[in-house]
Nanobody, 122 residues
Framework: QVHVVESGGGLVQAGGSLRLSCAASGRTIRTSAMAWFRQAPGKEREFVAAESWGGTITVYADSVKGRFTISRENAKSAAYLQLNSLKPEDTALYYC???????????????WGQGTQVTVSS
């Protein structure tokens, strides 16, 4: 059974930075695409970023391109999301997900964590 746990969320002022971590156990992430999604109160879950299992393909939502960076460390079964230049509209519950390919479609990801809250104050 796959277990995914996110961490690193918190409260930060606009313009600040955070680094989210995702730890996967029960199955190696070395052959899995990793992705981050987020969901703000009253809104649908939306794609943030994804990376292929080999790290050769990365995909970003337009809203975070140039500010967020996805990365992974297969030896530690871990993935990360560096959030820079944060804006109040980035406030959301951020989820890590594992799937077979780095797409923007949440239906392509079979394993999900419980999320970590990011709150950006103005």
């Amino acid at each position: 059974q796959v277990h995914v746990v996110e961490s690193g969320g918190g409260l930060v002022q606009a313009g600040g930075s955070l680094r989210l971590s995702c730890a996967a156990s029960g199955r190696t992430i070395r052959t899995s695409a990793m992705a981050w999604f987020r969901q703000a109160p009253g809104k649908e879950r939306e794609f943030v970023a994804a990376e292929s299992w080999g790290g050769t393909i990365t995909v970003y939502a337009d809203s975070v391109k140039g500010r967020f960076t996805i990365s992974r460390e297969n030896a530690k079964s871990a993935a990360y999301l560096q959030l820079n230049s944060l804006k109040p509209e980035d406030t959301a519950l951020y989820y890590c997900a594992l799937g077979s390919k780095p797409t923007m479609n949440d239906e392509d990801y079979a394993y999900w964590g419980q999320g970590t809250q990011v709150t950006v104050s103005s």
